[in-house]
């Protein structure tokens, strides 16, 4: 859920089919005091809950995304590769939390492009309206590969 004024509540369910075993979680995400909504710095609280907790939730939502998301070892802060799934495939997105919001953004080598501040690449966004459901325009606007399709991206969180 993202109520439009920097509040978002989401909840994750990892699959027990994952390497891992079936974990579920509910996070909070609000704009800081004195921040406007398009800040990139964001209180976060998140809570373990009960994977039949977080399926009983998500059957009440009317957007959900599905991906896997990858560990990155690279320096700079906190790296994740989350490779989309489903609506939003073939979308891959490299996101970092950053230690510090001033911190300047090292890319990887192998990132197309830096998307921070791109609010329709945020989850929330992905889950009411796909990849997919993009125009070709669009998708060439954040990947241009000259051929509409997805590549690797990077955007601080």
Not at 3 to 18: E, I, K, N, Q
Not at 21 to 49: D, H, M, Q, V
């Amino acid at each position: 859920m993202d109520a439009g004024d920097g509040l978002v509540l989401r909840v994750r369910v990892r699959l027990p089919a994952s390497p891992q075993p079936g974990a579920a979680w509910l996070t909070l995400k609000a704009t800081p005091p004195g921040e406007n909504a398009a800040s990139l710095a964001r209180l976060e609280f998140e809570y373990p809950i009960p994977v039949s907790d977080g399926e009983a939730l998500l059957s009440l939502s009317t957007g959900q995304l599905n991906k896997r998301r990858y560990g990155l070892d690279l320096g700079g802060g906190d790296w994740v590769l989350d490779v989309f799934e489903g609506a939003n495939a073939p979308l891959v997105v490299a996101e970092v939390e950053l230690l510090d919001p001033s911190q300047p953004l090292e890319l990887p080598g192998w990132c197309a492009r830096e998307i921070t501040g791109r609010h329709e690449l945020s989850n929330a966004a992905l889950a009411r309206r796909p990849f997919q459901h993009w125009s070709r325009r669009e998708r060439e606007e954040v990947w241009p590969t000259g051929d509409g399709d997805a590549g690797g991206s990077s955007k601080r969180d």
